[in-house]
């Protein structure tokens, strides 16, 4: 599975972005994906994911402002983020999980939010 991830960029805060992940390869045993992000110093860590079935998960620090959501075809991840913060600057990085348990990440997108 290769992913290719796209839509970062600087905004001011309060702003929005949209990031979008397209897969390609294996798509048909892809259960889940979703978008980590990592920032200067700190671990990469869970942004929120969505599952073949639709199921979301989020982290508790962009609930209410960011939402997950699968395109028309199934390969396709959008992360919808509303009134960023500075803290939400990060690379973010797609990730895809398929039913063998095997994990793939695209290349990071950098999102810059300015106070």
């Known amino acids: 599975v290769q992913l290719q991830a796209s839509g970062g960029g600087l905004v001011q805060a309060g702003g929005s972005l949209r990031l979008s992940c397209a897969a390609s390869g294996r798509i048909f045993s892809i259960h889940a994906m979703g978008w980590f992000c990592q920032a200067p110093g700190k671990q990469r860590e869970l942004v929120a994911t969505i599952t073949s079935r639709g199921t979301t998960n989020y982290a508790d620090s962009v609930k209410g402002r960011f939402t997950i959501s699968r395109g028309d075809a199934t390969n396709t991840v959008y992360l919808q983020m509303n009134s960023l913060k500075p803290e939400d600057t990060a690379v973010y990085y797609c990730?895809?999980?398929?039913?063998?348990?095997?994990?793939?990440w695209g290349k990071g997108t950098l999102v810059t939010v300015s106070s």
């Open positions: 990730l895809a999980i398929t039913s063998d348990g095997m994990s793939y």
